[in-house]
């Protein structure tokens, strides 16, 4: 029997992230092998056509612009002032969506959803998701004592499944009073979906319907990680418009990150944005996961926010942002569109992509042919119901033919899709 000092809730909890696991190996045998010899499909982050980990050049000089004081000094619990401000001007641009707005700086995306979970759920609700989700979704609910409830994402026309969303919010609705809905769109990790601005229309117009003269409260938090390599700027952006004037009784939380947006993964910045046509809504909200960001982090990542401030004050900076995003959008289509061309071509089946990091493969027995594929130095990331390719990290000269080597793994260990 093992001997365990945990608390009930702690006791037995374990980590084994396969993403991690699987490029720590790829790094090993790209080390002992050289780099050309290995295919590494599993990192969440932008690499160049030469591997190489992007930084935005615009984001590293702001980093070499930084004072000591910028770098040390603690941040106030909320977050500076003008990043804060920067942080709405970035996520919603010329769509800005009417009501009070608020924002917390978070510890990152993660930090997001961290306090919506445990600020706008009860011990023992469930909260919403897509069937197709980050895996670190289940984490944090059950480190907080809740379930994830899945509905499909898809129907069988590759489209949004209203249907299957619309019974699961309804069956939460006769057990919760809040009903937390986790909606990572656009640039789904880790499909590439999106929803579309009618997928948008209904949905809202659903959840009216939910809170309409009832003692119920619908908490919507679009994770919009990927939202900066989503399409073009404004464009991306027109739907957070729909999250205005909407019933005092849904709350919108935009979980917003510095990680990709601005190429800061590891300084893990972030802040979730409010929006109600409550000012008690609003204040209530900086209130509470204020202490939340007290009681959990402290304070956030001085440099981080001040390097954003430095960009975000300067047009001509922004304007150099936005560029740079841009070249590195197009050239992760680039690579999705190569190698959706290529798998059309040999008859491999993958999810309906958009934009985005990610292109997923559907299939049952991941585990396998990845294990296969890692025989033949590609490393992908297994899923529930697929394997999931990172065309943000595999240059196009990799990409070239991959198609066709997932294909004959397939065929190989007799996996039919």
């Known amino acids: 029997m093992v001997k365990s000092v945990a608390a009930p809730q702690a006791s037995g909890k374990f980590s084994e992230d396969k993403i991690f696991g699987a ?4 790094t090993a045998l790209a080390e002992k092998l050289g780099a050309d010899a290995v295919i590494n499909g599993t990192v969440g982050s932008i690499l160049d056509e030469d591997g190489n980990l ?8 702001a980093f070499r612009a930084l004072s000591t004081r910028d770098i040390i000094a603690y941040a106030p619990i909320q977050g500076y002032d003008d990043y804060l401000s920067a942080v709405i001007d970035q996520c919603f641009g010329e769509s800005k969506p ?3 707005i608020r924002a917390c700086a978070t510890s990152g995306g993660s930090g997001v959803l961290h306090h919506v979970i445990h600020n706008y759920s009860a011990p023992g609700d469930e909260i919403l998701t897509s069937d197709w989700h980050w895996s670190a979704y289940g984490s944090m609910c059950r480190d907080n004592c809740r379930t994830l409830r ?3 994402l898809l129907d069988d026309k590759g489209q949004f499944n209203f249907a299957d969303f619309k019974a699961h919010v309804e069956d939460m609705a006769k057990k919760q009073t809040n009903i ?5 769109s656009p640039a789904n990790n880790p499909t590439g979906f999106a929803l579309s601005d009618s997928d948008w229309d209904a949905v809202l117009s659903f959840l009216k319907e939910i809170v309409a003269n009832k003692d119920k409260n619908v908490i919507l938090v679009p994770d919009v990680a990927y939202l900066d390599y989503s399409g073009e700027k404004h464009e991306c952006r027109r739907f957070f418009k729909k999250f205005g004037n909407l019933p005092e009784n849904i709350l919108v939380i935009v979980a917003y990150t510095l990680s990709k947006g601005f190429t800061m993964y590891g300084q893990r910045m972030g802040a979730m944005i409010g929006v109600t046509p409550s000012e008690d809504i ?16 402290s304070n956030s990542n001085s440099a981080a926010m001040k390097a954003m401030v430095h960009i975000c004050s300067d047009p001509a900076r922004v304007a150099e942002l936005d560029k740079e995003r841009a070249e590195y959008f197009h ?3 680039e690579r999705a569109d190569l190698f959706m061309a290529e798998a059309d071509a040999c008859g491999l089946k993958y999810l309906p992509y958009l934009s985005g990091f990610f292109i997923t493969i559907p299939l049952i027995g991941s585990q396998a042919v990845v294990d296969e594929l890692e025989k033949e130095h590609i490393f992908l990331v297994p899923l529930g119901k697929g394997i999931r ?4 990290s595999v240059s196009k000269k990799k990409i070239h033919g991959l198609a066709e080597k997932i294909k004959t793994a397939l065929d190989k260990i007799g996996v039919v899709q």
């Not at 490029?23 to 790829?26: G, I, K, V, W």
């Not at 390719?389 to 943000?392: E, G, M, W």
Request: net charge negative.
């Open 54 to 61: 992007v930084m935005l050049k615009v984001v590293e000089e």
């Open 98 to 100: 009417e009501g009070y």
């Open 180 to 184: 937390v809905i986790i909606m990572n």
């Open 23 to 26: 490029n720590n190996r790829a």
């Open 282 to 297: 609003a204040d209530e909200f900086v209130a509470i996961n204020q202490y939340s960001n007290r009681a959990t982090w």
């Open 331 to 333: 050239l992760i289509k």
């Open 389 to 392: 390719l990172a065309v943000c």
């Open 150 to 152: 899945e509905f499909l």
